[in-house]
């Protein structure tokens, strides 16, 4: 779900979705509630209970990825500098919230579903497992009465003795209501005339009108901060973190800790700070920027931004230059967000902090080389005609590496068409919406080893609107806890690939791996290849539907998906409801199919439903697909909903080796081939056990 206005349609659709099933008999979800958190089942597991003194742990630090034991993820997602370790495997003295996967809670949006709660004077203390000097902490606080946020300390100790206070702030976290969302509580329905699950009703067309709980819908709790320690401690030191009485409670998710190198520095290029950037950033330093890019350019010559906070307000525009910093720890390029006199040509009522490319309309940039520094936004809203994005405009033949980006709307947005474009190692954290977005025309593209945390729509996308993108890699990422949409999601396009991704934790209307036609974008052609992905805690609850999702999902929405798609290698691992879904709409489920696809070599570990879900017409064949921990009938199979005597519109083809299965028998059986309806779309959700080593 990229950053576009057009959920209006798609709420329609919901409606007319959901009139039409009602009328075809196909079981209701239980009765409405106005609590939006009760509205669906979820998958739990038992709590762990508010201990009355410090809990303790192993002597060994529990060291995680996404979550997980790293030993599941062997060679998949991001490589980082950074050990990550979860608070609830750590020693504390608040209480554990989670596991939960329902959305608008805390624990649901915390990764692996679980984190500790402190009151003041509480604390969390973890176990350094190596060498480190910084850290960065995962927390959430409560926002103000009104919205807008609250700021409060929290104390850092090492080793028993005070090293340093942070300074929390929930001004970034905390949407509300429905899409594109507000900061604002107390506010009552964006959209009274759409149809919401709360009621099962429009609201606007209900009579008496249902009372609707407020906040409606809050999301996006969790912030980051991140702090260096001024030295270097040793594995097997303490790092205790204590609330403070600036905030009723304080969660705290996580701790990432590393041995940050000492600043990049290059005496022989263009140094900002000798064309007049305040290093303190008191003063506005865009100016300078543009004159040390002339001067560079001339000169031919890097640009050099050494350590210190910049500020920066607007668009730096970037051309055949090199732009590098002392390293993202170090060089801080930050920025207000600053209301425009008028709106520009594309709709932007905002300008912010970014560096981009000139538009290709204009013929684009290239050679464009960023690395080594942070670009730090002030985003809190999502307005989605903003160009408040950290990168945009179009980069040929250019380079994006080692960037720390946070708090813009999207971190890097390009609109092409454009070409050869690389972006690796960067970490990009807490956006109002997407990570990253090729729109329209990439090709040639890679984007590799980049951690992205807690976006507010798709983490990684290709959205080919009004033209393909073609011939792009996602390669080796990370994505967690988006807290909208999907981690990483295809829309069209040709001969693109997703591959080794670690995928972990989304909320809600999404999942882990989505292929969509939808959103207007150019069809799939050519081919399409996933493969070596693993994907955690996916497969999602659809809030509209009322139905649960695969892990990976495929939606027929605006036209028949018919490329040659080939799934292979992929872990799905604890997939709340499905792991695999074929899916279309209702007013399209006579017009559109999917078929072809090809699931291969596949590991499913855990599942609260089935392995396969379809619903739609179409076929998909299935070879040394492994499944265990299934927790229904290893195919819900409803093809087009029509109940033809002769069987599904949809067919299952085995090709042989597909073991395992769950409470029901082999997921695989001979009686559900080819076309078997075998038709439950809410089947009671049987938590799996946590995954283990295949």
Same mark, same amino acid.
Request: contains cysteine; hydrophobic residues 40%.
């Given at each position: 779900?990229?950053?576009?206005?057009?959920?209006?349609?798609?709420?329609?659709?919901?409606?007319?979705?959901?009139?039409?099933?009602?009328?075809?008999?196909?079981?209701?979800? =239980?009765?409405?509630?106005?609590?939006?958190?009760?509205?669906?089942?979820?998958?739990?597991?038992?709590?762990?209970?508010?201990?009355?003194?410090?809990?303790?742990?192993?002597?060994?630090?529990?060291?995680?990825?996404?979550?997980?034991?790293?030993?599941?993820?062997?060679?998949?997602?991001?490589?980082?500098?950074?050990?990550?370790?979860?608070?609830?495997?750590?020693?504390?003295?608040?209480?554990?919230?989670?596991?939960?996967?329902?959305?608008?809670?805390?624990?649901?949006?915390?990764?692996?579903?679980?984190?500790?709660?402190?009151?003041?004077?509480?604390?969390?203390?973890?176990?350094?497992?190596?060498?480190?000097?910084?850290?960065?902490?995962?927390?959430?606080?409560?926002?103000?009465?009104?919205?807008?946020?609250?700021?409060?300390?929290?104390?850092?100790?090492?080793?028993g003795k005070r090293a340093a206070t942070m300074t929390l702030t929930s001004q970034y976290?905390?949407?509300?209501?429905?899409?594109?969302?507000?900061?604002?509580?107390?506010? $009552?329905?964006?959209?009274? $005339?759409?149809?919401?699950?709360?009621?099962?009703?429009?609201?606007?067309?209900?009579?008496?009108?249902?009372? /609707?709980?407020?906040?409606?819908?809050?999301?996006?709790?969790?912030?980051?901060?991140?702090?260096?320690?001024?030295?270097?401690?040793?594995?097997?030191?303490?790092?205790?973190?204590?609330?403070? =009485?600036?905030?009723?409670?304080?969660?705290?998710?996580?701790?990432?800790?590393?041995?940050?190198?000492?600043?990049?520095?290059?005496?022989?290029?263009?140094?900002?700070?000798?064309?007049?950037?305040?290093?303190?950033?008191?003063?506005?330093?865009?100016?300078?920027?543009?004159?040390?890019?002339?001067?560079?350019?001339?000169?031919?010559?890097?640009?050099?931004?050494?350590?210190?906070?910049?500020?920066?307000?607007?668009?730096?525009?970037?051309?055949?230059?090199?732009?590098?910093?002392?390293?993202?720890?170090?060089?801080?390029?930050?920025?207000?967000?600053?209301?425009?006199?008028?709106?520009?040509?594309?709709?932007?009522?905002?300008?912010?902090?970014?560096?981009?490319?000139?538009?290709?309309?204009?013929?684009?940039?290239?050679?464009?080389?960023?690395?080594?520094?942070?670009?730090?936004?002030?985003?809190?809203?999502?307005? $989605?005609?903003?160009?408040?994005?950290?990168?945009?405009?179009?980069?040929?033949?250019?380079?994006?590496?080692?960037?720390?980006?946070?708090?813009?709307?999207?971190?890097?947005?390009?609109?092409?068409?454009?070409?050869?474009?690389?972006?690796?190692?960067?970490?990009?954290?807490?956006?109002?919406?997407?990570?990253?977005?090729?729109?329209?025309?990439?090709?040639?593209?890679?984007?590799?080893?980049?951690?992205?945390?807690?976006?507010?729509?798709?983490?990684?996308?290709?959205?080919?609107?009004?033209?393909?993108?073609?011939?792009?890699?996602?390669?080796?990422?990370?994505?967690?806890?988006?807290?909208?949409?999907?981690?990483?999601?295809?829309?069209?396009?040709?001969?693109?690939?997703?591959?080794?991704?670690?995928?972990?934790?989304?909320i809600r209307e999404g999942s882990g791996i989505h292929v969509g036609s939808r959103f207007?974008?150019?069809?799939?052609?050519?081919?399409?290849?996933?493969?070596?992905?693993?994907?955690?805690?996916?497969?999602?609850?659809?809030?509209?539907?009322?139905?649960?999702?695969?892990?990976?999902?495929?939606?027929?929405?605006?036209?028949? /998906?018919?490329?040659?798609?080939?799934?292979?290698?992929?872990?799905?691992?604890?997939?709340?409801?499905?792991?695999?879904?074929?899916?279309?709409?209702?007013?399209?489920?006579?017009?559109?199919?999917?078929?072809?696809?090809?699931?291969?070599?596949?590991?499913?570990? +855990?599942?609260?439903?089935?392995?396969?879900?379809?619903?739609?017409a179409g076929s998909a064949s299935f070879a040394n697909v492994d499944a265990r921990n299934?927790?229904?009938?290893?195919?819900?199979?409803?093809?087009?909903?029509?109940?033809?005597?002769? +069987?599904?519109?949809?067919?299952?083809?085995?090709?042989?080796?597909?073991?395992?299965?769950?409470?029901?028998?082999?997921?695989?059986?001979?009686?559900?081939?080819?076309?078997?309806?075998?038709?439950?779309?809410?089947?009671?959700?049987?938590?799996?056990?946590?995954?283990?080593?295949?």
């Amino acid at each position: 779900m990229s950053v576009n206005a057009r959920w209006p349609a798609l709420a329609t659709a919901f409606v007319v979705g959901l009139a039409l099933i009602a009328a075809a008999g196909i079981p209701a979800s =239980a009765a409405a509630t106005t609590r939006a958190a009760a509205a669906f089942p979820v998958v739990t597991r038992a709590a762990t209970a508010s201990p009355t003194a410090p809990r303790t742990t192993a002597a060994a630090p529990v060291v995680t990825r996404a979550g997980l034991d790293p030993a599941l993820v062997t060679g998949r997602g991001a490589t980082v500098d950074f050990a990550e370790q979860e608070a609830e495997n750590a020693t504390f003295t608040g209480s554990v919230i989670g596991p939960d996967r329902a959305a608008y809670t805390l624990a649901g949006e915390a990764s692996g579903r679980t984190a500790v709660k402190l009151t003041p004077g509480q604390y969390v203390e973890f176990v350094l497992p190596k060498a480190a000097n910084a850290i960065t902490v995962r927390y959430s606080i409560p926002d103000a009465p009104t919205g807008g946020g609250i700021t409060a300390p929290l104390a850092v100790a090492v080793n028993g003795k005070r090293a340093a206070t942070m300074t929390l702030t929930s001004q970034y976290a905390y949407l509300y209501n429905q899409y594109p969302f507000t900061n604002d509580p107390t506010a $009552d329905l964006l959209h009274p $005339d759409w149809w919401i699950t709360e009621c099962g009703c429009v609201p606007s067309a209900t009579i008496p009108a249902p009372g /609707i709980d407020k906040p409606f819908r809050p999301m996006h709790f969790y912030d980051e901060q991140r702090l260096l320690l001024g030295r270097s401690y040793r594995a097997g030191d303490r790092i205790r973190l204590t609330a403070s =009485a600036g905030a009723a409670w304080t969660v705290i998710d996580l701790l990432d800790s590393q041995l940050v190198g000492r600043p990049h520095v290059d005496p022989v290029a263009a140094n900002v700070v000798l064309f007049g950037a305040d290093p303190t950033g008191r003063r506005d330093a865009a100016a300078a920027f543009d004159k040390a890019i002339a001067f560079a350019k001339r000169a031919r010559l890097k640009v050099y931004v050494p350590p210190g906070t910049y500020q920066v307000n607007r668009h730096i525009i970037v051309d055949d230059v090199t732009i590098e910093g002392a390293g993202s720890w170090y060089t801080i390029i930050k920025g207000r967000q600053v209301a425009l006199p008028a709106p520009a040509p594309d709709g932007s009522v905002h300008t912010g902090v970014g560096f981009y490319g000139r538009d290709a309309a204009d013929g684009g940039s290239r050679n464009v080389h960023l690395k080594g520094f942070a670009i730090e936004g002030d985003v809190r809203e999502r307005i $989605d005609t903003d160009q408040v994005n950290g990168v945009g405009g179009a980069l040929s033949d250019s380079s994006i590496d080692g960037l720390l980006i946070r708090h813009t709307k999207v971190g890097l947005w390009f609109d092409g068409p454009m070409r050869n474009l690389r972006i690796t190692n960067n970490v990009i954290v807490d956006q109002i919406a997407d990570a990253l977005n090729f729109h329209t025309g990439v090709t040639n593209s890679v984007v590799r080893g980049n951690f992205v945390r807690n976006t507010g729509d798709d983490g990684l996308a290709m959205w080919s609107e009004k033209a393909a993108n073609t011939g792009n890699t996602f390669d080796h990422n990370t994505v967690q806890t988006p807290t909208l949409a999907n981690g990483i999601a295809i829309y069209g396009g040709t001969d693109n690939t997703v591959s080794n991704n670690l995928i972990a934790d989304p909320i809600r209307e999404g999942s882990g791996i989505h292929v969509g036609s939808r959103f207007g974008a150019e069809p799939f052609a050519g081919a399409l290849t996933i493969k070596n992905n693993t994907v955690v805690r996916a497969g999602t609850f659809e809030l509209n539907w009322k139905i649960g999702l695969g892990a990976i999902w495929f939606y027929a929405l605006d036209r028949s /998906i018919d490329a040659r798609i080939r799934v292979t290698g992929d872990h799905y691992l604890d997939s709340t409801y499905n792991a695999i879904m074929l899916v279309s709409d209702w007013g399209v489920k006579d017009l559109y199919t999917i078929t072809g696809v090809g699931f291969q070599d596949i590991r499913v570990d +855990g599942t609260g439903t089935s392995v396969v879900s379809a619903r739609v017409a179409g076929s998909a064949s299935f070879a040394n697909v492994d499944a265990r921990n299934v927790g229904a009938v290893g195919i819900n199979n409803c093809g087009s909903f029509n109940f033809k005597p002769t +069987g599904s519109e949809f067919t299952v083809t085995d090709l042989g080796g597909n073991d395992g299965g769950g409470t029901t028998g082999p997921w695989l059986a001979p009686w559900e081939l080819p076309n078997t309806i075998t038709c439950d779309d809410r089947p009671p959700v049987v938590a799996p056990p946590a995954p283990t080593t295949w």
